[in-house]
């Protein structure tokens, strides 16, 4: 078909509607062909498969439940959160380690943001395998490695992904605090050294629970201390659904006095 004249192309762009691939939202969400067990695909307001070297992003209702998959094995979701409408409230990675009094996180951990408050919940993680401490890759860095770290190179760094992400909510580089990296772990030794431990294989995933109103970022790439020569990330499935938000009936609520406390500091904005 020639797309020579605007005619042509109208026609060539409509043709090729209904076209699917392996990386790609799906919409509406309720189509996801396999929701995840107990979840009605009426309540599922996200699903997407993220390719490797890429990004996306969502702003979700408080109570929402985020499920990242590691789909093949090498998938690294670095994460950036933000209170939605209040976007100076955001992860900090400082904070959820100091509050946790671990820097190695899985289920019944919290994300808080430099508020004190509770952003999301870690409600269930069946990889173990995730990184408070390097943050994500940058331009320089990957363009050092692999030779290009642009957004829309072949090895593009987790900052410009990020930048791109964030730009589509009013954002821009100065709003980009460290991050979290989900699927690609890495160990502190003694001596402040870094040990890449990689993945915890295919199938891997993490269920956040929103416990205020968020925007959520994700760039889907290398992680920065990754030790393999070749660009190395695979895809990431992405699911989210309406839930409920944690309740101070809920065991994670009273889990720790200093989770308890943080909690109490995000009831008082969010009655």
């Known amino acids: 078909?020639?797309?020579?004249?605007?005619?042509?192309?109208?026609?060539?762009?409509?043709?090729?509607?209904?076209?699917?691939?392996?990386?790609?939202?799906?919409?509406?969400?309720?189509?996801?062909?396999t929701p995840p067990d107990g979840v009605d695909p009426a309540g599922l307001v996200w699903a997407e498969t993220v390719a490797g070297g890429g990004y996306t992003h969502k702003a979700l209702a408080r109570g929402t439940e985020l499920r990242l998959t590691d789909l093949a094995g090498d998938a690294c979701a670095h994460l950036l959160l933000y209170v939605e409408g209040r976007p100076w409230e955001?992860?900090?990675?400082?904070d959820t380690v100091k509050v946790l009094w671990n820097a190695y996180l899985g289920e019944g951990h919290l994300l808080l943001s430099d508020q004190g408050r509770v952003l999301?919940?870690?409600?269930?993680?069946?990889s173990g395998r995730h990184d408070t401490v390097c943050g994500t890759s940058t331009l320089r860095r990957n363009t050092e490695r692999y030779g290009d770290g642009s957004p829309h190179g072949p090895a593009p760094a987790?900052?410009?992904?990020?930048?791109?992400?964030?730009?589509?909510?009013?954002?821009?580089?100065?709003?980009?605090?460290p991050s979290i990296s989900f699927f690609q772990g890495v160990e502190v030794g003694p001596d402040?050294?870094?040990?890449?431990?990689?993945?915890?294989?295919?199938?891997?995933?993490?269920?956040l629970r929103a416990e205020m109103p968020l925007v959520v970022l994700i760039a889907n790439t290398a992680h920065p201390v990754d030790p393999r020569p070749a660009y190395t990330c695979?895809?990431?499935?992405?699911?989210?659904?309406?839930?409920?938000?944690?309740?101070?009936d809920d065991p994670l609520w009273q889990s720790s006095p200093e989770g308890r406390r943080a909690f109490l500091n995000t009831a008082e904005v969010t009655r």
């Open 1 to 33: 078909m020639a797309t020579s004249t605007t005619y042509g192309a109208r026609e060539h762009a409509r043709a090729q509607e209904g076209t699917t691939s392996d990386t790609m939202p799906v919409l509406p969400a309720s189509d996801w062909p």
């Open 192 to 207: 402040g050294g870094l040990t890449f431990t990689g993945s915890a294989g295919p199938g891997a995933s993490v269920t």
């Open 158 to 177: 987790g900052r410009e992904l990020f930048t791109l992400a964030a730009a589509k909510h009013g954002l821009g580089r100065r709003d980009l605090p």
């Open 120 to 126: 999301a919940s870690v409600v269930a993680d069946t």
């Open 234 to 248: 695979t895809p990431l499935e992405v699911l989210a659904w309406r839930a409920r938000p944690t309740g101070p």
């Open 90 to 94: 955001r992860l900090n990675v400082a």
